[in-house]
Every structure is written in C-alpha cells, then in structure tokens.
C-alpha cells in the first residue's frame, strides 16, 4: 500500500491543522494504521493509533484531550485532527499501516507501510 500524507503547515501555539494521509495500491481497511512524528535530533515517535474498522484508537499521553485520529475506509484516509498545538508539538508527521489487525501497536518497527512525511511548525 502506498501512503500520502499532507496537511501540514506553520501555526501559532494554540492553533489547528488536520492531518490527511491518502492510500492507495491495496485494501485500506484491512491496516490498521498510525501517526508517528520526528523532531530534528529525536527518534521518531508514536502519536496516534486506530484499528481498521475505526472502533478502536490509541494516543500517545502528550496528545490526549489535543488530537483525535480518525478515518474512513470508503476514501480510503486516515486523518490527525490537531487542536491547542504546542511548540513541542513541531515536528515532521508521518502516516503508517500496520498488517496486524488484533490489535493497536505503537513500535515504529511494526508498521510497514509509511509515508513521506509532512512538516508541522507551531510557533510561540
């Protein structure tokens, strides 16, 4: 499955951007799929979570209350509703799809399917 991420942008601190991350090449609904994020000089990081179906979703403590991951299967998107953005939240974003649907995992090393990445800049 191929995956394009986009929406992201320069906010201010306490502003919005929503996410979108586009698939294509396979069968959306059998991923579940993921949001992760890199700093300049960090690992990249779990953000967000959620299972095939949309039923199920996981954050990350630094974003819970601020971001809420969603998707749908019939536009083959998953999309990371951002609000009250912090400068910490600055970062590159990245859309991933993880084959195992049991259950959520968080391991940059069990997604196998990314994206190129979109810029998030929140300034203070």
């Known amino acids: 499955v191929q995956l394009q991420a986009s929406g992201g942008g320069l906010v201010q601190a306490g502003g919005s951007l929503r996410l979108s991350c586009a698939a294509s090449?396979?069968?959306?609904?059998?991923?579940?799929m993921g949001w992760f994020r890199q700093a300049p000089g960090k690992e990249r990081e779990f953000v967000a979570a959620i299972n095939w179906s949309g039923g199920a979703t996981y954050y990350t403590d630094s974003v819970k209350g601020r971001f809420t991951i969603s998707r749908d299967n019939a536009k083959n998107t998953v999309y990371l509703q951002m609000n009250s953005l912090k400068p910490e939240d600055t970062a590159v974003y990245y859309c991933a799809a993880d084959s195992w649907r049991y259950h959520l995992r968080v391991g940059v090393g069990n997604y196998a399917y990314w994206g190129q990445g979109t810029q998030v800049t929140v300034s203070s």
């Open positions: 090449g396979g069968t959306f609904s059998s991923y579940n």
